[in-house]
C-alpha cells in the first residue's frame, strides 16, 4: 500500500512517466471521451450509441446516462466529459449543440446553450471543463473558448479562427489546472495553447511533426498535478509536457497489425487522468475501444524508441475517380495522392501537400474532386477554410510514372474572405466536400453553414441554398439535418444529394436548391444506418451509401427504396473497417475508400473485388473471399 500511494504522489508530481498497459475497455460504440470517477469507476461517452456509459472499477457496465435524441436529457453523438466535486457530470452533447449536465446515478439535471455563435451558443462542441467556480467549453466549430459559471451562466469568450496565438482552428478540447490557467488543444494549429483563468493568452507550444514534442492533430488535453498530457492523435500517441510547456517525455507505439492493442494506439482521440495522476485512461474512437495505462517500466520505454511510425497510408475520407485516376486526400500528411488505374493494382503517380498556409501547402484537406476530364484536381481544404484548384498535367497516352510535378497549382479561393465579402454567405464556411457537375458547376458542402455553394470553374459563386427539408424546418427534429458530410449528383446534373451523418438521412435538391424529398433513417435495421459516411451516384441513377459504424455499403434507387447491402467488418475483399468515401469512374467500378482497413477497393460491375490499392504494411494484400451479399443487389 504505501508502494501505492507514493507511487501516486510520484505522478501528481510529474515525476513518474505513464505508459504501462494495464487493461482495455473492449467494444465500445464510437468512444469520444472518458472521466474517473470515484471508487476506480469509468465514464465513457460512445457517441455512436449517442450516450455515456458507467463502468465499474472492474469494467462492468453499470448503467447508460441518456439516450438519442433531442429533448432535455437525451443525447447525440456525446463527446467530451467533466466531471465536478459535487458529482455533477458535463457531456458535451455535440449532435445538440448544448452542454447537458447529469448526476451519476442518470439523473438530468439541466441544458446549456442552444445552436448558433453568439453568447451561451454552441456550435458542435467537443471539449468541457470544470473547477471549483466555472465552466470552461471547447466550442470547436466557433473556433472559441466560452466561459460559464456553474451554473451555467455566460460569462465571456475568447478566440476566434485563425493562426495567431489567442486564435483557433476547431479546438477540440480543454483542461484546468488547479490556478485556473486553461489549456486548449487547437487542433488544426496542431499545438496547445495555456491561458490565464479569464482566458488571456500566456504561452503555446507545439508544431506539425513526428518527433518528440511537436504534434499532429492534438485532440485531447488533461492535466495533473506538474503535467500536461495530450493524444497526439495523428502520430499515434500520447505526450507529456510540463505546465510551461516543456517536452516531458510521453508513450504510445503505432498499432501495425489490425486492431492491435495491448498498448498499441491507433488515433487515440481522447484522454482521462485519474485525480493522483496514477492511471490514463486513452480513448480511440477508430478502434472502438479505451487502454488505461499505468506507470511505465523500462522495457516500455525502450519499445517506444524501437517502433517506426508512418508507415501505412493514411487516406482519409474522400475519393473521387475520373478519366485513368483515382484521387484521395491524406488529411494527416497533409496533402492529396494521384492513382493511376491502367494497371492490376491503382498506382501512385503523384502527391502534393505539407502542413502550411501557402501555395501547395494544406492545413486539413478533407475532400478532393476531379473534373470529368481529370484536368482538374480540386481540394477542400477544411483547417485553412480554402479551396484549392490544381492543373493535372498529364497527355493521353503518356508512360506510366511517377512525376512529382504532374499536379500544378492553378488557383484558390479564401472562403473565410468570401464569407465576409459575399452577403449570401454571412458567415463561416467549412468546406468538407465537393462534387463536379457534368457542365463544370462546381458544388462545395458547407458543414459550418448547414448549406450547399454553387461555384463556377473559376470559383464564382453562383448560388447558396440550405441543407434542410421544408417538413422538418419548424421542429429540429432527429429527421432534419444535423451534420452533413458528404454529397453527389447525378448524371445529368439535375438533382443533388446531401448526405446527414446524424440525422441519417439524404436530402434531395433540384439545381435550384430546392427540396424535393429526404429519406433514410437511424437503426440496425436492412435498410438503415448508424453513421452514413460517403455517397456515390451510379451511371444508371441509383446510390451507394458507405455506413462507417456498421462496415458496409447501401444500394439504394434515387428515392430511397433499397436495392440491397454489400460488406461486413473484416479484411478480406469485399469487407471494410469503418468505410467512408464511394466513387463511380468511367468504365463503371465502384471505389470504396476502406478507411480504417487504410486501402481503397475496387468493384467491378457484379460486385466482384478486382483491386485494391494502399500501403501494405499495415494490413496484408486483400485474401479472397465469399462475401454474401443481402437484399437484391
Not at 507550444?205 to 506538474?226: C, E, I, N
Request: aromatic content about 8%; charged content about 25%.
Amino acid at each position: 500500500m504505501l508502494s501505492l500511494l507514493l507511487a501516486s504522489a510520484a505522478c501528481a508530481a510529474g515525476d513518474v512517466q505513464l505508459g504501462g498497459f494495464v487493461s482495455e475497455y473492449a467494444d465500445l460504440a464510437g468512444p469520444a471521451a472518458a472521466v474517473f470517477a470515484q471508487g476506480g469507476a469509468v465514464c465513457i461517452s460512445e457517441a455512436f450509441a449517442d450516450q455515456v456509459t458507467v463502468f465499474d472499477a472492474e469494467r462492468h457496465r453499470v448503467r447508460a446516462i441518456g439516450k438519442r435524441g433531442t429533448a432535455p436529457g437525451e443525447l447525440l453523438a456525446p463527446t467530451g466529459l467533466a466531471l465536478a466535486d459535487d458529482g455533477e457530470l458535463y457531456v458535451a452533447d455535440t449532435g445538440n449543440d448544448r452542454i447537458s449536465v447529469f448526476r451519476l446515478d442518470g439523473a438530468f439535471v439541466r441544458v446549456i446553450g442552444v445552436r448558433g455563435s453568439g453568447p451561451s451558443e454552441f456550435h458542435s462542441p467537443n471539449g468541457v471543463a470544470v473547477d471549483a467556480q466555472r465552466l470552461y467549453v471547447a466550442d470547436t466549430r466557433n473556433h472559441r473558448v466560452q466561459i460559464f459559471d456553474r451554473a451555467g451562466r455566460y460569462e465571456r469568450d475568447v478566440g476566434g479562427f485563425g493562426c495567431a496565438r489567442g486564435e483557433y482552428r476547431f479546438p477540440h478540447d480543454l483542461a484546468v489546472d488547479a490556478e485556473g490557467r486553461l489549456y486548449v488543444a487547437d487542433t488544426d494549429n496542431h499545438r496547445i495553447q495555456k491561458l490565464d483563468p479569464v482566458g488571456r493568452p500566456l504561452a503555446e507550444w507545439g508544431v506539425f511533426g513526428p518527433f518528440p514534442g511537436q504534434l499532429a492533430s492534438p485532440t485531447g488535453v488533461k492535466v495533473v498535478g506538474g503535467r500536461v498530457h495530450v493524444a497526439d492523435r495523428d502520430n499515434h500517441r500520447v505526450e507529456a509536457f510540463d505546465l510551461g510547456g516543456k517536452h516531458a517525455g510521453g508513450f504510445g507505439l503505432h498499432a501495425l497489425l489490425p486492431h492491435e492493442g495491448a498498448g498499441k494506439l491507433h488515433y487515440p482521440s481522447a484522454i482521462a487522468l485519474a485525480p493522483d495522476g496514477a492511471r490514463i485512461l486513452v480513448v480511440e474512437a477508430f478502434e472502438h475501444r479505451a487502454q488505461l495505462f499505468g506507470p511505465s517500466s523500462a522495457n516500455d520505454v525502450a519499445a517506444q524508441q524501437s517502433q517506426e511510425r508512418n508507415t501505412a497510408s493514411h487516406f482519409g475520407g474522400a475519393i473521387d475517380a475520373a478519366g485513368v485516376l483515382f484521387a484521395t486526400v491524406e488529411p494527416s500528411a497533409p496533402g492529396f495522392v494521384l492513382h493511376d488505374t491502367t494497371l492490376a493494382e491503382p498506382a501512385e503517380i503523384t502527391r502534393s501537400g505539407g502542413f502550411g498556409t501557402r501555395i501547395a501547402q494544406f492545413v486539413r484537406p478533407e475532400a478532393i474532386e476531379l473534373d470529368p476530364k481529370a484536368e482538374h484536381a480540386y481540394v477542400a481544404d477544411a483547417g485553412a477554410a480554402r479551396l484549392v484548384d490544381y492543373r493535372v498535367d498529364r497527355p493521353a497516352g503518356a508512360p506510366l510514372k511517377y512525376d512529382p510535378a504532374l499536379a500544378r497549382f492553378a488557383q484558390a479561393l479564401d472562403l473565410a474572405r468570401l464569407a465576409k465579402e459575399d452577403a449570401r454567405l454571412g458567415g463561416f464556411v467549412e468546406p468538407v466536400a465537393l462534387e463536379c457537375a457534368t457542365d463544370g458547376a462546381l458544388f462545395v458542402l458547407d458543414a459550418f453553414g448547414m448549406r450547399v455553394l454553387e461555384l463556377t470553374p473559376r470559383f464564382e459563386l453562383v448560388r447558396v441554398f440550405p441543407i434542410e427539408d421544408p417538413k422538418e424546418r419548424a421542429a429540429r427534429s432527429l429527421r432534419s439535418a444535423r451534420a452533413p458530410v458528404d454529397l453527389a449528383v447525378n448524371a445529368d446534373g439535375s438533382e443533388l444529394y446531401v448526405l446527414d451523418a446524424l440525422a441519417a438521412r439524404v436530402f434531395v435538391f433540384d439545381r435550384a436548391g430546392k427540396c424535393l424529398r429526404a429519406f433514410g433513417e437511424h437503426g440496425d435495421g436492412e435498410s438503415a444506418f448508424v453513421r452514413p459516411a460517403g455517397i456515390a451516384c451510379a451511371s444508371d441513377g441509383s446510390l451507394w451509401i458507405s455506413d462507417a459504424a456498421r462496415n458496409r455499403v447501401v444500394h439504394v434507387d434515387a428515392r430511397g427504396a433499397f436495392l440491397g447491402a454489400a460488406g461486413r467488418e473484416g479484411l478480406a475483399r469485399g469487407e471494410f473497417w469503418a468505410p467512408r468515401g464511394v466513387a463511380f469512374d468511367p468504365q463503371g467500378r465502384r471505389v470504396v475508400l476502406d478507411h480504417g482497413n487504410h486501402r481503397g477497393q475496387v468493384f467491378d460491375a457484379s460486385g466482384a473485388c478486382v483491386a485494391a490499392f494502399g500501403a501494405r504494411l499495415y494490413v496484408a494484400p486483400p485474401r479472397k473471399a465469399a462475401v454474401p451479399t443481402t437484399g437484391k443487389d
